[in-house]
Structure formats: structure tokens, C-alpha cells
């Protein structure tokens, strides 16, 4: 007999508006592959809730009482190993953007975007991937976007497909959302991104996206 064991990725939710961290809360209770590990309206109580239980992923909003999302990475980057922080965020702050792309933070999406949304980033943030909502970084950018015609024309070193691949990634796809666009495995996803993260010389899908633009992958 064959017994099929699951491994749940543990969520915290750090926001002071209660309703919307219940709300969220419940629907992470509800997913088979996901289990709520507690939440908080506070950095202090953030921390205290991982004290004696790291959690996989904490979900944050971006302006707390006590700190920001960047004072959370900072606080959660002295855990080995450290959790993903996935911040929600219902304003469009340049600089907060900015500072958070740089930072550890692995995921970064509106207040706005669906809840299914949301369950797909943890999970992939979960699964190890980094995704900030495109449209973050192009405000952040004054409005840059991807050129398609750039990317053909100048690759950077990349091949068709490699970026193809990254402008995938600039639209927050993780690598499971870009093998079922590309219909191709996740394995060949994985290479793709590893391959594009090497020729660029960076370490997160985030980094690749930014290093394009500056390298003329991205209109300005």
C-alpha cells in the first residue's frame, strides 16, 4: 500500500486590520497544501508567533504599527533558514517598492489582487520563487515595461526562448505558471530561469527583471 504524504507550507499573516487577516487566515485553513501558523497585527507579535515555530511564509502588509515589510525581512532574516515575505500592499509607494525589491522579501502584490492570486504566490513563494506584481515595479520604474522587440533584438546573451522566459517572470509568473504558458515541464522552467539568472549575473527572479531593464531588455 502506498500512503501519500503532504507537506503543508506554514503561513503567517501579519496585518492590524483584523478582518482582512481572519478573512485571509481562513481561506489558507482551507487549502490542502497550505496551514495557517497564526496571525498578528504587529512586528512584535510577528515575532513572538515565530518564536517557538518558524513558519515557511509570512504574508505582511507593507505599513505596520511598529515597522514596515522591510523591518519584517529584517527581523525574519536572523532565522535560519529564514521564512519568504510576501507583502500586500494598498498603496503605491516608490520608494517602500523600491527599498522591499531589494531587500529579501520574495513576493509584493496589491491589496487589490484576488485571493486566488494571493494563494498562488504563497505557494509558489513556498516552492522557493520570487514574485513582485509587475505593476509595482513598472510605477517604480516611472512606467518602464518590457519591449518585446528589445528582447528579440537584444538578448543579452540570452536565447529566444531564455527570453521569452524572462518576460514571464516580469509579469509574476512563477516557474509553474510559465511551463503551463510555454507548455513545456517545470524541470525545463527551472533551467530556463536558472540559465537567465547566470547569464545576467543575479541570484533572484526580481534582480533578473530589474538588470534587464538596465541592460536595454526594457523600453524606457
Not at 106 to 118: H, R, V
Amino acid at each position: 500500500m502506498t500512503i501519500s504524504i503532504t507537506t503543508l507550507t506554514t503561513v503567517l499573516i501579519v496585518d492590524p486590520q483584523q478582518c482582512f487577516a481572519e478573512a485571509l487566515g481562513a481561506a489558507v485553513d482551507r487549502e490542502p497544501d497550505l496551514r495557517l501558523h497564526g496571525i498578528a497585527s504587529t512586528l512584535a507579535e510577528a515575532i513572538d508567533a515565530a518564536s517557538a515555530e518558524r513558519p515557511d511564509v509570512v504574508v505582511t502588509e507593507a505599513i505596520l504599527p511598529d515597522g514596515d515589510c522591510i523591518d519584517v525581512a529584517a527581523a525574519f532574516d536572523a532565522i535560519d533558514p529564514p521564512p519568504c515575505i510576501i507583502v500586500l500592499s494598498g498603496r503605491d509607494d516608490t520608494t517602500l517598492i523600491l527599498r522591499a525589491v531589494a531587500s529579501s522579501v520574495c513576493g509584493f502584490l496589491p491589496k487589490t489582487c484576488s485571493l486566488g492570486e494571493i494563494l498562488r504566490v504563497v505557494r509558489g513563494a513556498g516552492n522557493g520563487g520570487t514574485l513582485i506584481d509587475a505593476t509595482f515595479i513598472l510605477k517604480a520604474l516611472d512606467g518602464t515595461a518590457i519591449n518585446p522587440e528589445a528582447s528579440r533584438d537584444r538578448r543579452g546573451g540570452l536565447t529566444e526562448r531564455e527570453a521569452e522566459v524572462l518576460m514571464l517572470m516580469g509579469d509574476g509568473l512563477d516557474a509553474q505558471s510559465i511551463a503551463t504558458r510555454l507548455m513545456i515541464t517545470i524541470h525545463t522552467a527551472r533551467s530556463h530561469i536558472k540559465s537567465i539568472l547566470a547569464k545576467l549575473h543575479v541570484n533572484r527572479q526580481v534582480d533578473a527583471i530589474l538588470r534587464a531593464q538596465r541592460d536595454g531588455l526594457i523600453a524606457q
